[in-house]
């Protein structure tokens, strides 16, 4: 499991706060698990996460990574507002199967599980959960999610991340217009692989780039691809790539 930093925000404004940043609806949390992210102003991707409630606040877990990068923006927006912003001590657990009482399902699939926030560190997960990430088209920080990323392009409705009738958020604008007046060129998609090729191989269609190999197994992946160009057998590394999903 990659290592998460959690933070603890609290204070009376914290849900106002939130909900002018965030892609999502703030007030779903009182139904679960919400899973967002921040943009910039122009609607590009700087961090995904999931809040949840905590009894004198909320929670919000994401990849270490990030943690530095989103506590500074967090604290540059907050401004006058009461919203305090600190490390919480606590550990992720993740499981499949049943939800336990102190544990919110994972609001992007089903296939997923199950997201808790402990006080002592998870040492008994042996989930693969790369593979069921590939399976399902699911994007992961670093990999699928980075900079320059427009977020529907990595399905994040179809992940429950984004929410289109909240208001204004920073970067709504730019994520609304691609919903409602573009048809996307460039997403994810799954593929399968027969041969070897690393994360980050361009992938080529008829010599020309159609994208790039993402997080993968030995014979299926996730790929970043131009559909115009992604067609039919292609290459990446010494592997052939099909789209999966057609």
Request: net charge negative; glycine share 10%; proline share 3%.
């Amino acid at each position: 499991m990659t290592k998460r930093r959690i933070l603890h925000l609290s204070g009376s404004d914290v849900r106002e706060f939130l909900q002018g940043l965030i892609t999502n609806d703030i007030n779903r949390i009182d139904d679960g698990l919400v899973y967002a992210a921040i943009l910039t102003p122009q609607g590009k991707y700087i961090a995904d996460f999931f809040l949840a409630p905590a009894p004198d606040g909320i929670l919000l877990d994401m990849d270490d990574s990030l943690g530095d990068a989103v506590t500074q923006r967090l604290n540059m927006y907050k401004l006058r507002a009461d919203v305090t912003i600190a490390q919480a001590d606590l550990h992720l657990h993740r499981g499949l199967g049943a939800t336990p009482e102190d544990g919110f399902a994972d609001p992007r699939h089903d296939a997923l599980g199950w997201r808790a926030y402990r006080d002592t560190a998870q040492t008994d997960d042996t989930t693969d959960w790369t593979a069921l990430r590939v399976a399902h088209l699911i994007p992961e920080t670093g990999v699928e999610l980075t900079p320059d990323t427009f977020i529907l392009e990595v399905g994040f409705e179809r992940l429950s991340g984004v929410d289109f009738r909240k208001g204004c958020y920073v970067g709504q604008e730019v994520t609304a217009r691609m919903k409602h007046k573009t048809e996307l060129r460039k997403g994810l998609a799954k593929v399968s692989i027969s041969g070897e090729a690393e994360t980050g191989s361009d992938i080529l269609s008829a010599g020309k780039v159609a994208g790039t190999l993402l997080s993968h197994t030995k014979d299926s992946g996730i790929a970043y691809l131009r559909f115009d160009r992604a067609k039919g057998e292609m290459q990446a590394g010494d592997a052939t790539v099909t789209r999966a999903d057609l």
